[in-house]
């Protein structure tokens, strides 16, 4: 399963811990570029997403779980 990289900015305002999770274990590893260089702006939306899922984790672990479950890997 392959889901489309978010911006920044939602993944920061992103109240909900499925889709946080969703991106977390769905989002495909940053792209390499033509020049051999990684993609940043992609390797800055995963770096993203990693903090926001622990603030939203540490807030209600019990919604983790249950996104967890609810999504599998």
């Given amino acids: 399963m392959s889901i489309p990289f ?3 900015e939602q993944v920061e ?3 909900n811990v499925e889709e946080c999770l969703r991106w977390n274990r769905f ?3 940053p792209a390499v570029m ?3 260089q990684i993609n940043e702006a992609q390797v800055e939306v ?3 997403v ?3 899922l622990r603030v939203l984790r ?3 672990n019990e919604a983790y779980v ?3 479950k609810n999504l599998g890997w």
């Fill in 46 to 48: 995963i770096d993203a």
């Fill in 66 to 68: 249950r996104a967890s």
């Fill in 58 to 60: 540490a807030r209600d």
């Fill in 6 to 8: 978010p911006t920044v």
């Fill in 13 to 15: 305002t992103c109240e």
């Fill in 34 to 36: 033509k020049d051999g």
């Fill in 50 to 52: 990693i903090s926001r």
């Fill in 27 to 29: 989002l495909p590893s």
